[in-house]
Nanobody, 127 residues
């Protein structure tokens, strides 16, 4: 099974940028579609929301509406790493961001049910 470790979170001001990384080990990243989800303060685990996803080949991506045009997702299978570039950050982006891997699914990226999760990285955006 794959192990996922996120990094790159932190405290920034509104309008700043961050790049989150998700390093995979234990398996080949290309075996998985990858998604980023986030859990906002005060929300339960079940309320984690889809942020971005990228297909197994990297040829397809998807984003929640509120981050379209600001966030990009990419994967470097040679480095076994997935990235989430976040620009023009807003206070409402504040959350714990989780990287997750999907082994196989017929669902759209935003509806996939991950098989493996990272531990999360905190992103805090001050106004």
């Amino acid at each position: 099974q794959v192990q996922l470790v996120e990094s790159g979170g932190g405290l920034v001001q509104a309008g700043d940028s961050l790049r989150l990384s998700c390093a995979a080990s234990g398996d080949t990243l290309s075996n998985y579609a990858m998604v980023w989800l986030r859990q906002a303060p005060g929300k339960e685990r079940e309320e984690r929301e889809f942020v971005a996803g990228i297909s197994w080949s990297g040829g397809s991506t998807d984003f929640r509406d509120s981050v379209k045009g600001r966030f990009t997702i990419s994967r470097d299978d040679a480095k076994n790493t997935v990235y989430l570039q976040m620009n023009s950050l807003k206070p409402e982006d504040t959350a714990v961001y989780y990287c997750a891997a999907v082994r196989s699914s017929w669902r759209p990226l935003m509806s996939m049910d991950p098989d493996y999760w990272g531990q999360g990285t905190q992103v805090t955006v001050s106004s």
